[in-house]
């Protein structure tokens, strides 16, 4: 770095985009020092709130001149590292750019700054009578449509859209040497941004899941669709997680909803709904699946058909409150009271459907056995549909930070997840400093390869 002081570093900065946007205080680089992964805190060297695709082109410009590093950054709430500046540098925060920039009705586009969070915009289109296909992660009142796109989020509305990028129609990209680049049918400079795959290679697929390695985000063009008139909230309790396992698995293969989930623990259910085991005794999983349709008797006809599914697999409908809090009202805060257990260790990644239940299986007997339970440790397991094939696995426990002992102990747990979970063929959506430790030497050569070309190019 040829800025010998960090001071120095943080008043050429304000040379380039002014004042007010850059900060070096060191409560404030201890602020931005973490995610909410239990990685270490890693200070940058300075941050910087950009207000433009422009500000952000001329800080990567200098930067990438002073070989300085650059981590942008959009609500930070990764759980594997992502967003935690690995050798200091810049962390740009991407919050600032959070504008919707066109909603056009009639070609059925939405484009936004990347530092909008999927809560704020889910909000705008719902007024203009408009949804998203894929409509966030489950921390998608901070998480931002930047980072999502960035690491190939799984979560609301994955059933049946897919991950954070399929609804993607292009991006506007701050490249690592400050040059900007358009892409999607925008690349063609009389076109609006209505359609992703045109004349060239589909370039916008580049950016998606790269964790801001090939550039920086800072617009990004997404499909809108009509909100439904109907929708149909179901809910199905399970004493035998293998038939909830089934049956998920079933009602995914039929293509029929909106969102499937599988809680797999339902002692973590009594956190989100108290009481709710003394309501249905004996029930060990839950599947939520949510329907939504423009046409009233589509809609019925498949909550007809997942309720001839449930009965096939022996379930029990347990009304619709639990279904409601996921998709209405506790949208976005519905895990939320687990952080009341501590600190958790994230280990979620795509995995075969057909595989859920020999999964939980697994996590519960290596559980049963480390007597996890009996030490205080509260599992959570579940599963949300991607597609009508795989699902995000999630399986982890949660531990005291005020406890030393409680932190190795999980941690461990947590780190041996990992490595199993990619010998056993599961396939992390995220990268991030938790599994970039993991996937050593088990990527193709030639992938590897290639993404390192790209990178240098
Ligand atoms: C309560 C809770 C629930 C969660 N639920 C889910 C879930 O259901 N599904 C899921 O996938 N994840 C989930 N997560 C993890 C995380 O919220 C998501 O991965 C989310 O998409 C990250 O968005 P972010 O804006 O916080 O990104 P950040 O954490 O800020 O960044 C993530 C990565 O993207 C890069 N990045 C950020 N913005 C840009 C940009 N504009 N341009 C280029 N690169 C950028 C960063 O460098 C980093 O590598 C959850 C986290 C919490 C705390």
Redesign the pocket.
Known sequence: MKYTTDSELASKLVELVGEGKVADQEYILASYSM??SPEPRRRPDVVVRPFSTEEVSKIVRFAFENSIPV?????????CG??IPQRGGIL?D?TG?QKVIELNKEEMYVTVE??I?WGHLISILKEEGFKLGFR????GT???????????????GSCRWG??PAGLLGLT?VLPNGNIARTGSQALIYANPFNRYNMGPDLTGL?CG????L????EATLSIHLIPEHAEHLAYGFEDVEKACQFFCDVQKHEVAEDIVLIGETGSLEYIIEGFNDMFPGLNAVVIVIIEENCSGAARAKAELVAGLASKHGARSIGDLYAKIHWTFGMFED??PF?QLGMWT?E?HNLPSHRIAEKILEFKKLYTKLRLREKGYQPVIAA?ANNNNSV?FVAHVYYDVRSSESKRTALDFWEQGMERDLLEGGVP????TSWLRHLRGKLDPGYVELYRAVKQA
């Open positions: 995610d909410v981590v942008p950054t959009g609500g930070r709430t990764s759980m992502a967003s740009l991407m750019m990347c530092g969070t966030g992660p489950y921390s901070a998480a931002t449509v930047g980072g999502s796109i960035s690491s190939n989020s799984i979560g609301y991950q954070a990209v950016f790269d964790h801001g390695t550039g920086v985000k800072t895990i939320h952080f994230p979620c949300m995000s959506y995220w990268s991030g």
